[in-house]
T-cell receptor, first 115, second 116 residues
Framework: ETGVTQSPTHLIKTRGQQVTLRCSSQ?????VSWYQQALGQGPQFIFQ???????GRGNFPPRFSGLQFPNYSSELNVNALELDDSALYLC??????????????FGAGSRLTVL | AQKVTQAQTEISVVEKEDVTLDCVYE???????LFWYKQPPSGELVFLIR??????QNEISGRYSWNFQKSTSSFNFTITASQVVDSAVYFC?????????????FGPGTSLSVIP
């Protein structure tokens, strides 16, 4: 079974630009979550998608948006980039069993640097 | 508010030593899940264990063991006879069940270095 794959692995953007990060879920998983991990900190929940709809969101502004596609792959879009958006963005997929109980399978992340 | 605290920012041990990583959590919920994940230098978080709030039985898996004490809101992780491959950042995490989605709250992590 294939794991979670993310692209690109590294990218550099300038303040004010927009970025799209991509994620392919693990085979058999129908739920995708995105996390932001700043340097030296734990991951912070951005949002989760299930059945192509956002069904939960953390404390992130609307300029963070996403999509989930019928094949359960996903995109994270960030508009109007700010310097504080520099972080490792992690995608995690899961097979929905019940809220809170699901084990997340993570990708290796996309490291975004905003200059 | 829910919160996970890992007071140890960095730990260094010599290979074959035992090491315990501390985790203290805060929640008002009576039903919740606790997790430990390992993040090696490659970046992806690797699942180690899940425990629900009603199961306080300690667990052992090879060199790994976990001590869940609800009375002190702690979920500590012990590695016995540490190896260099154990070097990584370890995260303790808490997940609600009252929401319709998986909102996982991670602690700040403990960076473990095992010195040969």
């Amino acid at each position: 079974e294939t794991g979670v794959t993310q692209s690109p692995t590294h990218l550099i953007k300038t303040r004010g630009q927009q970025v799209t990060l991509r994620c392919s879920s693990q085979s058999g998983h129908n739920t995708v979550s995105w996390y932001q991990q700043a340097l030296g900190q734990g991951p912070q929940f951005i949002f989760q998608y299930y059945r192509e709809e956002e069904n939960g969101r953390g404390n992130f502004p609307p300029r963070f948006s996403g999509l989930q596609f019928p094949n359960y792959s996903s995109e994270l879009n960030v508009n109007a980039l700010e310097l504080d958006d520099s972080a490792l963005y992690l995608c995690a997929s899961s097979s929905r069993q019940g809220a809170g109980a699901n084990v997340l399978t993570f990708g290796a992340g996309s490291r975004l640097t905003v200059l | 508010a829910q919160k996970v605290t890992q007071a140890q920012t960095e730990i260094s041990v010599v290979e074959k030593e035992d090491v315990t990583l501390d985790c203290v959590y805060e929640t008002r919920d009576t039903t919740y899940y606790l997790f430990w994940y390992k993040q090696p230098p490659s970046g992806e978080l690797v699942f180690l264990i899940r425990r629900n709030s009603f199961d306080e039985q300690n667990e052992i898996s090879g060199r790994y063991s976990w001590n869940f004490q609800k009375s002190t809101s702690s979920f500590n992780f012990t590695i016995t006879a540490s190896q260099v491959v154990d070097s990584a950042v370890y995260f303790c995490a808490l997940s609600e069940v009252k929401t319709s989605y998986d909102k996982v709250i991670f602690g700040p992590g403990t960076s473990l270095s095992v010195i040969p």
